[in-house]
C-alpha cells in the first residue's frame, strides 16, 4: 500500500510540475478578432486571383492547339462543338482580364452557367476522337477553365 501511495504522489507530482512547465495562457481575443477580417478576405483573393491566372493559361493552350483540333474534327457538328466552346472559353478569358471583375461572383455564375452547356456539347461531339491529341488536350483545358470559373464563382 505505502508503494502505491508513493506511485500516486509521484504521478500527481508529476502532472502538477507539467502544468507549471507550461506557459501561461494570454487572452489575444481582442487583436485576433480585429485581425480576422482581414485575415480571412485575403486568401479568398489570392485563391481567386491563382484561378484567374490558371483560367489564362489554359485558355492560352486552348488557343495553341485550336487550328490542330480544327482539322482533327471529322464533320461540322464536331467543328461547331469546338468552336462554341472556344468562343466561351474566350469569353471567360477575357473576363478574368478585367480585374474588376475578379470579385463579382454573381458575373462568375452567370458566366460559368453560359459556358457548361457549350463545354458539355464539346465533350459530347468531341469524345469520339480519343486519338486526336490536341482535342482531347482542349477537353481537359475547358474542364480545367470550368472548375476555375466555380472557384470564382463561390
Partial sequence: MRGNARMQADVSASATDSSA??????????????????AAARPALDDKRRAV??????????EADFSE?????????????LERAHR?????????????????RDGWKRARRAF?????????????LVTAGAVMR????LAAI?????????
Avoid: W
Wanted: proline letters at 6%.
Fill in 69 to 81: 483540333a480544327y482539322e482533327q474534327c471529322r464533320d461540322d457538328q464536331q467543328r461547331g462543338a
Fill in 88 to 104: 466561351r472559353a474566350k469569353q471567360a478569358c477575357l473576363r478574368a482580364t478585367q480585374e474588376p471583375l475578379i470579385d463579382d
Fill in 116 to 128: 457548361q452547356p457549350d463545354k458539355a456539347k464539346a465533350e459530347r461531339n468531341l469524345s469520339r
Fill in 138 to 141: 482542349i477537353l481537359k483545358r
Fill in 21 to 38: 512547465t507550461r506557459s501561461p495562457v494570454i487572452n489575444h481575443a481582442p487583436i485576433l478578432a480585429s485581425a480576422a477580417p482581414r
Fill in 146 to 154: 470550368d472548375s476555375q470559373m466555380a472557384l470564382l464563382a463561390a
Fill in 53 to 62: 491566372i490558371l483560367l489564362r493559361r489554359s485558355f492560352a493552350r486552348i
